[in-house]
T-cell receptor
């Protein structure tokens, strides 16, 4: 089944403890992207990647890192999480110009 | 900078009524894509439609239809004979695409549609 898989689905962590949210797609898509969804703000792009080793900042990259060492994987790294990074995170992938396929989301709470 | 405006934050309709969700966008590019996504209460995001900037034909898919008008920079979404299962948050999105494959996607804040039985 064609899909984008994010893990974990839910995560509660403490301020400053490094964490990684994994994202993997099995559709051989070139593009991958991370979004965060907050009430009243819609979805905001954190980082995106056009292909392996090619990444760029979205609208809200501060406090996040990404890497694209393989085409299928695009992990999101929070080196030192803070409470303002409490949010619902989505990973997505697509072919160029096509609609995104989204993962199921990761609900992160930083206390 | 590109921008997507969904002025209707919440809409309530009675089942079987028609409803139109508005989307207005801003971009300096001549080549771009527009999208609609649905987010039901379960939380997943579901792709509904993609339209490129060179194709202004309206599209109909069952009870769903989309009206793309470049002259007014709008890409409105109409649900005919709404059903309770249509209750969701709907997002409009804009993607700029250039020859280098650059793809930056901007979403609107979403319109929450509630269909009352």
């Amino acid at each position: 089944e064609a899909q984008v898989t994010q893990n974990p689905r839910y995560l509660i962590t403490v301020t400053g403890k490094k964490l990684t949210v994994t994202c993997s797609q099995n559709m051989n898509h070139e593009y991958m992207s991370w979004y965060r969804q907050d009430p009243g703000l819609g979805l905001r792009q954190i980082y995106y990647s056009m292909n392996v080793e090619v990444t760029d900042k979205g609208d809200v990259p501060e406090g996040y890192k990404v890497s694209r060492k393989e085409k299928r994987n695009f992990p999101l790294i929070l080196e030192s999480p803070s409470p303002n990074q409490t949010s619902l995170y989505f990973c997505a992938s697509s072919l160029r110009g096509r609609g995104y396929t989204f993962g199921s989301g990761t609900r992160l709470t930083v206390v | 900078a590109q921008k997507v405006t969904q002025a209707q934050t919440e809409i309530s309709v009675v089942e079987k009524e028609d409803v139109t969700l508005d989307c207005v966008y801003e971009t300096r590019d001549t080549t771009y894509y527009l999208f609609w996504y649905k987010q039901p209460p379960s939380g997943e995001l579901v792709f509904l439609i993609r339209r490129n900037s060179f194709d202004e034909q309206n599209e109909i898919s069952g009870r769903y239809s989309w009206n793309f008008q470049k002259s007014t920079s709008s890409f409105n979404f109409t649900i005919t004979a709404s059903q309770v299962v249509d209750s969701a948050v709907y997002f409009c999105a804009l993607s700029e695409s250039d020859s280098g494959g650059y793809q930056k996607v901007t979403f609107g804040i979403g319109t929450k549609l509630q269909v009352i039985p």
